[in-house]
């Protein structure tokens, strides 16, 4: 008599869990974004980096702790703006022995194969930003390694909502884009690692 018990008590808490779930707070829903300054929450956003390595096989790195401001107006989106800092220096991978190499010095005293030791920030700048619905064209000036470049990311909007634990008003984007990094004077090991890199951007930002 013991498990039906167990059963009927189980049936019984049933509608009070299902009352309990969590809603999500962010949704791809426009209406809870306030027009002002945001700041990303470097926690929460971080930039992917792809390459091919030998024609074997695609390979993946990060960019974490992301900086930045995001300035925006719902009734007049082509007006926004964005100013990110990533900081190259704390790159990281799979492989300790490829985050290394990524950070080492040149031999004797030669260019490094990629960033080097200490290399500086990159910082991305907005130029223009083309909304389509829920999409836009950013177009800016990112510079890596010393060197400034025209880049044009394709930015989808995450979502928007309240942080229920910062309690702050939380705006999301994520964007792609494609660079070569011989333009930023990363050329190392090319063709055998791609000239080609894909980016791929999330980032948070909180009400300022």
Do not use: C
């Not at 999301?172 to 011989?182: D, E, L, N, Y």
């Amino acid at each position: 008599m013991r498990y039906p018990l167990i059963l009927v008590a189980l049936a019984a808490t049933a509608p009070l869990f299902a009352q309990s779930t969590p809603q999500v707070p962010g949704q791809v829903d426009a209406t809870p974004v306030v027009a002002g300054s945001y700041a990303a929450d470097p926690a929460h956003s971080l930039i992917a980096w792809e390459v091919n390595h030998f024609g074997f096989s695609d390979y993946i790195g990060l960019f974490g702790d992301v900086t930045g401001t995001l300035t925006i107006d719902p009734a007049n989106l082509s007006a926004a703006s964005v100013d990110v800092t990533i900081p190259v220096a704390k790159v990281t991978t799979a492989s300790t022995g490829l985050t290394d190499h990524l950070l080492r010095a040149g031999k004797d005293g030669a260019k490094p194969d990629f960033f080097g030791p200490e290399p500086g920030d990159a910082r991305f700048v907005s130029t223009s930003v083309t909304p389509t619905g829920n999409s836009a064209k950013i177009a800016g000036e990112l510079t890596l390694n010393g060197i400034t470049k025209p880049v044009t990311l394709d930015a989808e909007f995450t979502g928007a909502g309240t942080n229920p634990f910062s309690e702050k008003g939380t705006v999301g984007f994520s964007a792609t884009t494609m660079i070569k990094r011989s333009d930023f004077g990363v050329d190392g090991f090319i063709p055998l690692v791609s000239d080609e890199v894909e980016l791929e951007i999330h980032v948070a930002f909180e009400k300022n």
